[in-house]
């Protein structure tokens, strides 16, 4: 069993920067490739972004490609979503997910076995 914990959202202006982190315990954390998803209000949950498991390939939506950026420290159980030149269309809940597939990275959320509880990200003037 696995369980993943965001930290990090909050409010932000558009044009800024956050940094949200995913700390995962149980089973060997590195050899899970890693994703992020995101769900506004009334819409269904999309992919962010996803990280092979050895951390060294990253796939992002097209909508955030150059803003944001996924990296994975298996040292601390723990892979991050930086987000840089915020917009108001970002804001959502956004959760991490794992998943043990070796290759990767994944961008279907039925590719994903386990799921954090989410971390609500606001950008507002």
């Known amino acids: 069993q696995v369980q993943l914990a965001e930290s990090g959202g909050g409010l932000v202006q558009p044009e800024g920067s956050l940094r949200l982190s995913c700390a995962a315990s149980g089973r060997i954390f590195r050899n899970y490739a890693m994703g992020w998803f995101r769900q506004a209000p009334g819409k269904e949950r999309e992919f962010v972004g996803s990280?092979?498991?050895?951390?060294?390939?990253?796939d992002y939506t097209n909508s955030v490609k150059g803003r944001f950026t996924i990296s994975k420290n298996d040292a601390n159980n723990t892979v991050f979503l930086q987000m840089n030149s915020l917009k108001p269309e970002d804001t959502a809940v956004y959760y991490c997910?794992?998943?043990?597939?070796?290759?990767?990275?994944?961008?279907?959320?039925?590719?994903?076995?386990?799921w954090g509880q989410g971390t609500q990200v606001t950008v507002s003037s």
């Open positions: 997910a794992a998943t043990l597939r070796f290759g990767g990275p994944y961008t279907e959320a039925s590719e994903y076995t386990y």
């Open positions: 990280i092979n498991w050895l951390g060294a390939t990253a």
